[in-house]
């Protein structure tokens, strides 16, 4: 039998072999706390109107999905290469003829199973808590008001479904996966320099939120906004090193209602996989030399 | 040694090329309204630098809901300075979600004018005075609001009804309920500014009221409130006899089953 040069079949075993890992690392307790935090956000502030008890919904949850996903994705990212060293797994996998690019493709597949996995059953069980919310809010007000006339009521269900349930708030879900995903394959990049994984960890929160002022470096470096050839040589140096995640934050407009259209779901698509190109590039040439 | 030299080239190469690709996607994810503009630095003073780095990390709306609440909690404790501080920097934070504005601008112009009116710990002419600055900081907010959501209904219908209610300028009142019609295509906007017009001193927007009442006179719209303004109208403007409508005055009473006349 021939020895392919790259085999998903061996990229996928690698990715299942790291979920596995990092179950086993019981990092999926996350989804536990998530689904606190929407039943609690849920049911708060009985007094404020429902569009607003919704929205606030929305924004709980979304926020927690985003923070969950982002740390998820940094922590799990930089425990892998220690904990196989550690473990002496990676000299087994490298031991065999795996090169050294498909053992890193596979654990950041690995963790982007994980972190997409964790996403859809958060999303549901979002999903479900603002569903029910929406049919409890609209009983109450239909009682309140004593709406009884059909038009009445069909007035009430467009009042409260304006903050309801719809299938765009999927795609906002579907942009915090890119977002998470673009952040993993960046700690994992770091990784691949780093001594250690707190390093990984500082690191790439710092390059996180420097990439969320991202857009604004950019537009000081390109728009010529500074004049100080320091401030100028430094903004652009970050807005060439750190990615613009601020292109994957249309949760905020989504939760009010705005419309993901494909055209602009085709663009974050786009952009997450430049990125993801780009720095898994960096990490095999960081990787590939590395002294194990 | 090699091989990292090749990682630094090529990750600079990298950030230069994606450079111009983040700026078209940038502007053409704020073209389709689903970015926000960038945040205005001076909020940092405002909300402090966390909250600065989470509403800047994509939270910005949960930091919104957060001040939010600290308004409604501030109302509560009826702080109306706080009030309108922190629905500022919610509308800042948040400038396209319309509910806001409106609220906003609810609180200054309801809430807080009545509250200082009542306030027997303060003289009538304070009182007075709080009273008509509170409504102007209302229609301000709603005015902020419209230059960012220019079409949208609810604030048109907040401004239309502060300036009816409570500044009582039934001239920029029928403007608002216009621009209401203008928006929404809804007739009845188009009613509630000729009544607006009717109640001015000037002939000229008499005559305006009457030409939108008699459209949706003729358009076979019979409400109550229609027909006796125009009646009203008819003899104001002196139109002639056989001009003028057939209906009678309608008596204008409470249904109880409806909040207020038809209007």
Redesign the interface.
């Known amino acids: 039998m021939t020895h392919r040069s790259f085999s998903p079949a061996r990229i996928w075993t690698l990715a299942t072999a790291t979920v596995t890992q990092l179950v086993r690392m019981k990092i999926l307790a996350f989804l536990l706390v998530f689904c606190v935090i929407v039943v609690a956000a849920g049911f708060a502030?009985p007094v404020?109107n429902p569009?607003?008890q919704l929205?606030?919904l929305?924004?709980?949850s979304?926020?927690a999905l985003?923070?969950f996903s982002i740390v998820i994705g940094i922590v799990a990212t930089a425990l892998l290469l220690p904990r196989d060293l550690e473990d002496r797994t990676l000299y087994t996998i490298l031991a065999k003829p795996v090169p050294r690019y498909e053992y890193l493709l596979g654990k950041l597949l690995g963790v982007l199973l994980l972190i997409g996995a964790g996403l859809v059953i958060m999303d549901a069980a979002f999903s479900v808590i603002l569903w029910l919310r929406e049919k409890l809010l609209l009983s109450q007000m239909i009682a309140a008001l004593n709406a009884q006339r059909p038009e009445d009521i069909a007035q009430l269900e467009g009042i409260v479904a304006k903050q309801g349930l719809t299938w765009n708030l999927h795609l906002g879900v579907l942009a915090i996966f890119l977002?998470a995903s673009v952040v993993s394959a960046l700690a994992l990049m770091i990784s691949c320099l780093a001594s250690s994984t707190l390093f990984t960890v500082v690191i790439t929160f710092c390059i996180?939120?420097i990439g969320?002022?991202?857009?604004?470096l950019?537009?000081y470096?390109?728009q010529g906004k500074m004049t100080a050839v320091l401030e100028q040589s430094l903004s652009a140096l970050l807005?060439?090193?750190t990615?613009?995640?601020?292109?994957?934050?249309?949760?905020?407009?989504?939760?009010?209602g705005?419309v993901?259209?494909w055209?602009?779901t085709q663009?974050?698509l786009?952009?997450a996989a430049?990125?993801l190109v780009?720095y898994c590039?960096?990490s095999h040439?960081?990787f590939?030399?590395k002294e194990l | 040694?090699?091989?990292?030299l090749?990682?630094i080239a090529?990750?600079?190469l990298?950030?230069?090329i994606?450079?111009p690709?983040?700026?078209a996607?940038?502007r053409?994810?704020r073209a389709?309204?689903?970015?926000?503009p960038?945040l205005d630095l001076s909020v940092r003073e405002n909300i402090g630098q966390m909250s600065f780095?989470a509403a800047?990390?994509?939270?910005?709306?949960?930091i919104?809901?957060i001040t939010?609440?600290q308004a409604?909690q501030a109302w509560e404790n009826i702080d109306w300075a706080k009030v309108d501080s922190l629905f500022q920097l919610t509308t800042t934070l948040?400038p396209?979600?319309a509910?806001y504005w409106d609220e906003a601008a609810w609180q200054m112009a309801y809430n807080a004018a009545s509250s200082y009116l009542n306030n027997q710990e303060l003289n009538s002419a304070v009182r007075g005075k709080l009273y008509h600055d509170h409504i102007d900081r209302g229609i301000a907010i709603l005015r902020d609001g419209l230059r960012v959501l220019p079409d949208e209904p609810r604030l048109w219908n907040g401004l239309a009804e502060i300036y009816e209610r409570r500044q009582i300028d039934p001239r920029k009142s029928a403007e608002c309920y216009l621009q209401l019609l203008r928006v929404t295509k809804n007739p009845r906007y188009g009613r509630f500014a000729a009544y607006q017009l009717a109640l001015t001193s000037d002939p000229a927007q008499w005559q305006r009221a009457y030409d939108l009442l008699k459209s949706a006179y003729d358009q076979k719209q019979r409400l109550p409130t229609l027909i006796n303004t125009l009646k009203s109208l008819e003899e104001r403007l002196e139109i002639p006899a056989n001009q003028r409508i057939p209906d009678a005055l309608v008596p204008i009473g409470q249904n109880q089953n409806q909040a207020g006349p038809l209007r």
Do not use: C, W
């Open positions: 502030f404020m569009e607003q929205k606030l929305k924004d709980v979304f926020g985003q923070v977002k996180v939120i969320h002022g991202q857009g604004l950019r537009e470096f390109l807005a060439i090193l990615p613009d995640l601020g292109v994957f934050d249309v949760v905020e407009n989504v939760i009010q705005e993901v259209t055209a602009a663009v974050m786009g952009t430049m990125y780009g590039v960096v040439l960081l590939v030399e | 040694m090699k091989r990292k090749q990682a090529v990750l600079l990298f950030g230069l994606k450079l690709v983040e700026e996607a940038t053409q994810l389709a309204r689903l970015l926000s960038p780095a800047l990390g994509g939270l910005r709306s949960l919104a809901s939010y609440l409604y948040q396209r979600y509910n």
